[in-house]
């Protein structure tokens, strides 16, 4: 009865100490991480791309609620806020808010609200007029525009999208993300 009771205080900690047959192994990479698709909020919201810091590439999708700006250069202001796909690029090149640069977003465009930009949805694609150069940006920079202007005028990331800058072109290109 005592070898019993001694056994039966053992096992769990014979079980414990052999892990039960599992082996410890190394990290096992399985690719990128899992996306998911966002949409909008609907009419009086738009979607913009951010640049995650914890990837100097990988572009971010947020959805901004348009409210109303001091002032607009390229877009057309109602009673109901900011309209169009103009309305995008604006929020664009706000940058990112507070909180989305506490969570690691950023921009890699230059920010402020005095840049003249509009978008037209044309049989060949989407074309934007930006009042800035554009040639120099970085690749993170002209995703981050040719993405929001693609999600501004068409449900179709893939939509194909011209850059037109003071200095040169972008594109034709396609949003990677």
């Given at each position: 009865m005592r070898g019993?009771?001694?056994l039966g205080a053992l096992?769990?900690?014979l079980l414990l100490a052999t892990?039960?047959?599992?082996?410890?192994?190394?990290?096992?990479?399985?690719?990128?991480?899992?996306?998911?698709?966002v949409a909008s909020g609907g009419r009086r919201s738009a979607l913009v791309y951010f640049v995650s810091s914890s990837s100097a590439s990988r572009l971010m999708p947020v959805v901004r609620t348009m409210s109303p700006p001091e002032s607009v250069d390229g877009g057309a202001w109602t009673d109901?806020?900011?309209s169009g796909a103009s309305a995008a690029l604006y929020l664009l090149f706000q940058g990112p808010t507070?909180?989305?640069?506490?969570?690691?977003?950023?921009s890699e465009l230059p920010t402020g609200g005095g840049l003249s930009a509009a978008i037209e949805l044309s049989s060949v694609g989407v074309k934007v007029t930006i009042g800035m150069p554009v040639t120099?940006?970085?690749?993170a920079a002209r995703q981050q525009l040719v993405c929001t202007a693609a999600a501004a005028s068409t449900a179709?990331?893939?939509e194909v999208v011209t850059v037109?800058?003071?200095?040169?072109?972008i594109g034709p290109t396609h949003c990677a993300v």
């Amino acid at each position: 009865m005592r070898g019993g009771r001694l056994l039966g205080a053992l096992l769990p900690v014979l079980l414990l100490a052999t892990g039960c047959g599992i082996r410890a192994t190394d990290v096992v990479e399985a690719g990128e991480p899992a996306t998911v698709e966002v949409a909008s909020g609907g009419r009086r919201s738009a979607l913009v791309y951010f640049v995650s810091s914890s990837s100097a590439s990988r572009l971010m999708p947020v959805v901004r609620t348009m409210s109303p700006p001091e002032s607009v250069d390229g877009g057309a202001w109602t009673d109901n806020g900011l309209s169009g796909a103009s309305a995008a690029l604006y929020l664009l090149f706000q940058g990112p808010t507070r909180a989305e640069r506490d969570s690691g977003l950023r921009s890699e465009l230059p920010t402020g609200g005095g840049l003249s930009a509009a978008i037209e949805l044309s049989s060949v694609g989407v074309k934007v007029t930006i009042g800035m150069p554009v040639t120099g940006l970085s690749e993170a920079a002209r995703q981050q525009l040719v993405c929001t202007a693609a999600a501004a005028s068409t449900a179709d990331r893939t939509e194909v999208v011209t850059v037109i800058g003071t200095e040169g072109v972008i594109g034709p290109t396609h949003c990677a993300v």
